[in-house]
């Protein structure tokens, strides 16, 4: 299925979002954990979660995120979660979730667990001739994921894109996940309203494009992780509280 900025049966597919409102919220929810069901309960009524495994024998592209998304959900999946074997080139996501989000460079740049400050800003550097190479590349989002020469991102567009026509949550839970949905939102704008973030985070690239999408920001855990651990606590809390209640 072809995925094109200029209209296609994808795309055409993906509706303005209105929500469930008659579901059952468990009476031991409150906080962060009643917004987590409250988001799900408004897209859907039972509960199966499904992971979109991409490994190192796959090679990656828009279609075949699109392939997979629709595979799970006609196996009866009713959430998607991403997880991967490939860790895309983090000035690549992070020029990615710079340009579309209007920040600069130092605004998306993150000096986690372990950096030192010589390499945090080796990595500023390299994001800001990355973003200023590419700048005008913002008009045409899709043309950003062929930044990243492993096919993660592209891979992850069309996911992203395929699960909001299907009316599929999905839960991210990395940066390059991120930067993908950032392209998908500059593709379908209506594609968002079925995403959410897996855990709050010091990352400032990961605040920058959640406001960006206007998507919640997940359990306040504050994880500056890149393996996907918030959005596998936010599945297992809908696993305990979410499944099989029914609509």
């Known amino acids: 299925m072809s995925i094109t900025e200029n209209g296609s049966d994808l795309l055409d597919r993906i509706e303005s979002f209105v929500p469930h409102t008659e579901f059952t919220m468990s009476p031991l929810a409150s906080g962060s954990l009643a ?19 991409i490994n190192i024998d796959t090679a990656p592209h828009y279609e075949l995120g699109v392939h997979r998304v629709d595979a799970a ?13 490939i860790h895309v080139d983090p000035i690549v996501t992070r020029s990615i979730i710079g340009l579309l989000t209007r920040k600069d460079a130092w605004q998306v740049t993150f000096e ?21 190479a590419h700048r005008e ?6 043309t950003l994921a062929d930044l990243d020469p492993s096919g993660v991102i592209a891979f992850y567009t069309g996911a992203l894109l395929a699960a909001a026509a299907r009316k599929t949550p999905v839960i991210l839970g ?28 010091p990352d400032r690239a ?27 606590i936010s599945i297992e809390l809908l696993n305990t509280f979410a499944g099989g209640q029914g609509g």
């Open 35 to 53: 917004e987590l069901l409250n988001w799900w309960g408004q897209r859907g009524s039972n509960f199966q979660a499904d992971s979109i495994d």
């Open 73 to 85: 959900v006609d196996s009866g999946a009713t959430l998607i979660h991403f997880t991967s074997d």
């Open 174 to 201: 990395s940066t390059q996940e991120l930067a993908a949905a950032l392209i998908a939102h500059r593709i379908s704008m209506k594609a968002s309203s079925w995403w959410r973030n897996g855990s709050t985070s």
């Open 112 to 132: 986690g667990a372990g950096a030192t400050d010589s390499l945090v800003m080796t990595q500023l550097a390299e994001t800001v001739t990355m973003m200023r």
């Open 206 to 232: 990961v605040g920058q494009a959640i406001e960006r999408m206007g998507i919640p920001a997940g359990l306040p855990l504050d994880l500056s992780e890149d393996q996907g651990i918030g959005a596998h």
């Open 137 to 142: 590349q913002r008009g045409n989002a899709r």
